[in-house]
């Protein structure tokens, strides 16, 4: 979806990907992923410490699997996609500096592959008997680094015997049927939806933020900008603010809790 499209129904959230339904916008996978299983649980696809491992592999491996990938093709990276990228980080995409980086960083990716193929011991998946989100958290670093840079990763993985039955099985999966919408079309269906029911506010939130308190939400990495609202609800694991707009009406915009922050703000 173009950001033009978008931004109305995030309030300019730029991070990527975002899911719609309805009039509720659900920014960031982690938050993505906990509203389909809440939809849908059956079968689970979270389990255990399923939701640990995913954070690991968002944060500490993907922070790895970056200079390594983009140290080995930086040079035939488009401007314009270093340019979105500072512009989306608020820092130089300094090519130079991950070249630099990625022969420290190769050994710590196969570390973190090393975790996984450990992980595959006594299951076939990191969940289990059946895939769960451990495992697509894990693999997403696994199969970037194997698309973009083939020989990098078939290196960094030697010896590590239960990968690569691994890799074929969630590759095998497949990637669903995908059915393109025009964004005028989303934005459409939002106006003329109305917010389903967010979860109940907790009333020992550390914040101490009520809900009809104005705030502004924000990552706590990259891609800071801070999206304004009105706290519907905080819990554990998810912040959810009400937008307001005279062409949408009022969307719910969800994010987790984990890796995002909320703090006052003054009213809109």
Not at 86 to 101: C, H, N, Q, T, V
Not at 102 to 129: E, I, K
Request: charged share 20%; aromatic share 8%; hydrophobic share 45%.
């Amino acid at each position: 979806m173009p950001k033009p499209d978008l931004t109305p129904l995030t309030g300019g959230y730029r991070r990527a990907p975002v899911m719609q339904i309805g009039a509720d916008v659900y920014c960031d996978t982690q938050v993505i992923l906990a509203e389909i299983e809440r939809r849908a649980p059956n079968p689970p696809a979270v389990t255990g410490l399923d939701w640990a491992v995913n954070f690991w592999a968002d944060r500490l491996f993907f922070q790895a699997t970056v200079p390594v990938i983009f140290g080995e093709i930086g040079d035939a990276v488009p401007q314009a996609f270093l340019d979105d990228r500072e512009k989306l980080s608020g820092r130089p995409f300094d090519i130079k500096a991950m070249k630099a980086a990625a022969g420290v960083m190769r050994p710590q990716w196969r570390a973190h592959a090393a975790w996984v193929d450990q992980g595959l011991a006594s299951a076939p998946y990191l969940s289990g008997a059946k895939p769960g989100l451990a495992d697509v958290a894990a693999f997403m670093n696994i199969i970037w680094l194997s698309r973009a840079t083939p020989q990098v990763a078939e290196s960094l993985m030697a010896g590590l015997t239960r990968l690569p039955e691994w890799v074929a099985a969630m590759g095998a999966m497949g990637e669903g049927v995908r059915t393109e919408m025009a964004g005028r079309v989303a934005l459409e269906i939002s106006r003329d939806t109305q917010p389903g029911l967010p979860p109940a506010h907790d009333p020992a939130d550390p914040t101490g933020l009520a809900p009809g308190t104005h705030v502004t939400v924000m990552a706590d990495d990259y891609g800071r900008d801070p999206i304004a609202g009105t706290l519907v609800a905080a819990t554990a694991d998810r912040l959810v603010i009400r937008r307001d707009s005279a062409d949408l009406g009022a969307l719910h915009i969800h994010f987790p809790r984990a890796g995002y922050v909320a703090v006052r703000a003054r009213p809109l």
